[in-house]
């Protein structure tokens, strides 16, 4: 099993700033990688695939890179709708599916 | 617009089946290409993956999860269905369905809303 990990577990970001987000794989998923925004009450909804590609409707300020191991989620000016929990997902392990146990971006 | 709706029990007793049914509206879970899947997340936790179903019938399981799993599907309801035999309180969790999003394969896009399962006699 892939095992994905998310760090930080809390990011405390002010309106505005910028916010980075990190996800290591404990083995190479190439460019296989997802992000996904997670607000209380609701379902995952889906912002990156392929490691930088954004989803449709997905606003600039998200950005995602890397490739192999490591993967950043980028997002350049928070706005009052992005604070919320970001899962990684990877999936060149079509067959067992994983996710990382997710990065909290909350107020500062 | 495709949409999913996912319903169940809500609370099942410990050592016996889960059933689920998810209803898929806006598009035929026929249509080629297609892959429909369960997730789960226990409360304040992470997303695990549980399996899924192609349109055409064939699945795939989570192996950590595969002995108690069945995904099946009725194309004349749109409705895809898991059932989850032995069940347990740590299979307490939010059960999510969705559909691999045409974007990105084996990503997800869209995700019914989720239906909490309890397991407590």
């Known amino acids: 099993e892939i095992v994905m990990t998310q760090s930080p577990a809390t990011l405390s970001v002010s309106p505005g700033e910028r916010a980075t987000l990190s996800c290591r794989a404990s083995q190479s998923v190439s460019s296989n990688l997802a992000w996904y925004q997670q607000k209380p009450g609701q379902a995952p909804r889906l912002l990156i695939y392929g490691a930088s590609t954004r989803a449709t409707d997905i606003p600039a300020r998200f950005s995602g890179s890397g490739s192999g191991t490591e993967f950043t989620l980028t997002i350049s000016s928070l706005q009052s709708e992005d604070f919320a929990v970001y899962y990684c997902q990877q999936y060149i392990d079509w067959a067992r599916l994983t996710f990382g146990g997710g990065t909290k971006v909350e107020i500062k | 617009q495709v949409q999913l709706q996912e319903s169940g029990p809500g609370v099942v007793k410990p050592s016996q089946t889960l059933s689920l049914t998810c209803t898929v509206s806006?598009?035929?879970?026929?249509?080629?290409?297609?892959?429909w899947s369960w997730i789960r997340q226990p409360a304040g936790k992470g997303l695990e993956w549980i399996g899924r179903?192609?349109?055409?019938?064939?699945?795939n399981y989570n192996p950590s999860l595969k002995s108690r799993v069945t995904i099946s599907a009725d194309t004349s309801k749109n409705q895809f269905y898991m059932k989850m035999n032995s069940v347990t309180a740590a299979d307490t969790a939010v059960y999510y369905c969705?559909?691999?999003?045409?974007?990105?394969?084996?990503?997800?896009?869209?995700w019914g809303q989720g239906t909490l399962v309890t397991v407590s006699s």
């Open positions: 179903i192609y349109a055409r019938g064939s699945t």
């Open positions: 969705a559909r691999d999003s045409i974007e990105g394969p084996w990503t997800f896009d869209p």
């Open positions: 806006g598009g035929s879970i026929n249509s080629g290409g297609n892959y």
